[in-house]
């Protein structure tokens, strides 16, 4: 029975994927429960996890919140399809079982729908440890539209999302490519963009986005050929493409190859750095940042020289 306002379903379904994060799903459900919209029901997508999530779950004893043992064989986007599936009400809202909301975010991200929008898309602060370290801006509506997204990268992210259940599912819902993982919700930001969904953007920070340890090569890695594969099967969908369009598609791609570069250089991986560095110069020489890049390669190689120096 729907606890809330006596009709067939909640007001919104909120889908949260998890793997082995009881200790932050615990918080997570916690701010779920904390919402002034109380009419919810929060569908856990457990990825068969072995840790202690089953009675993390158990203990709030609340029967708006229920579980589902889904093997997404290490693809996230299955299992937010699978909790979308799952959902009774005709909206939905995403929550990554380590991110937090707000007491407020459900009730302000209704009102906006209420509005007149089909997506609402709020701030987030970054956390890290237990400190907000800097606030993470979405948007604007100008940069939500299919080629904005397309040169202009993601602006918007899943846990800060609320949106119509009938366009996610128009849309298809998150791609299950393997090839797209880490950027399944980008490539589904460009497709709704695509279809003329109408975004609205809360300048608010209504949840707290984690930051965990500097990922591996291996994830950087990952993650950058997933966005290539994005902008390159979404360019290909582009209709009536210009001249422009050619030139603005490799400079994102360079910025692309930038990016990785950056997080190599973070973590010390500096022949990689530098072979990324060289791929995004070759793909669009007048991209400025590339001096910045090499600047900041060469100073973290001479830290790391002098370091082993000092031993």
């Known amino acids: 029975m729907n606890p809330g306002n006596g009709t067939a379903g909640p007001r919104v379904s909120i889908?949260?994927?998890?793997?082995?994060?009881?200790?932050?799903?615990?918080?997570?459900?916690?701010?779920?429960?904390?919402?002034?919209?109380?009419?919810?029901?929060?569908?856990?997508?457990?990825?068969?996890?072995?840790?202690?999530?089953?009675?993390?779950?158990?203990?709030?004893?609340?029967?708006?919140?229920?579980?589902?043992?889904?093997?997404?064989?290490?693809?996230?986007?299955?299992?937010?399809?699978?909790?979308?599936?799952?959902?009774?009400?005709?909206?939905i809202a995403f929550l990554d079982s380590d991110d937090l909301w707000l007491s407020n975010k459900l009730e302000v991200c209704l009102d906006a729908l209420s509005s007149g929008a089909d997506l609402v898309c709020h701030n987030e602060m970054v956390l890290k440890g237990r400190d907000r370290i800097r606030e993470l801006r979405y948007g604007p509506v100008s940069k939500a539209t299919e080629r904005g997204l397309l040169f202009g990268g993601s602006c918007l992210s899943p846990s800060a999302v609320v949106m119509k259940k009938e366009f996610f599912e128009a849309a298809g819902g998150f791609g299950e490519a393997p090839e797209i993982a880490t950027a399944e919700d980008y490539d589904l930001w460009i497709r709704l963009a695509r279809t003329g969904i109408r975004i609205r953007f809360i300048d608010e920070a209504l949840g707290d986005y984690r930051v965990h340890k500097a990922s591996a090569s291996r994830a950087v890695l990952r993650h950058m050929n997933a966005v290539l594969e994005v902008v390159a099967t979404n360019f290909a969908l582009l209709s009536n493409p210009k001249f422009i369009d050619r030139i603005l598609y490799r400079r994102r791609r360079a910025f692309i190859f930038y990016t990785g570069a950056r997080a190599f250089i973070e973590t010390r991986n500096h022949a990689e750095a530098l072979r990324y560095l060289t791929k995004a110069m070759l793909e669009f020489p007048l991209f400025l940042r590339l001096v910045l890049g090499f600047l900041l390669l060469a100073h973290s190689a001479l830290g790391k020289a002098r370091e082993r120096q000092a031993r």
């Open 15 to 91: 889908v949260i994927p998890t793997y082995n994060q009881a200790h932050f799903l615990r918080e997570a459900l916690g701010c779920v429960r904390t919402q002034t919209m109380p009419d919810w029901e929060a569908i856990v997508v457990n990825n068969y996890s072995n840790d202690a999530t089953a009675e993390v779950i158990q203990e709030f004893k609340d029967p708006r919140i229920c579980c589902i043992n889904f093997a997404n064989r290490g693809v996230i986007a299955a299992s937010r399809n699978e909790g979308v599936r799952r959902a009774r009400s005709k909206v």
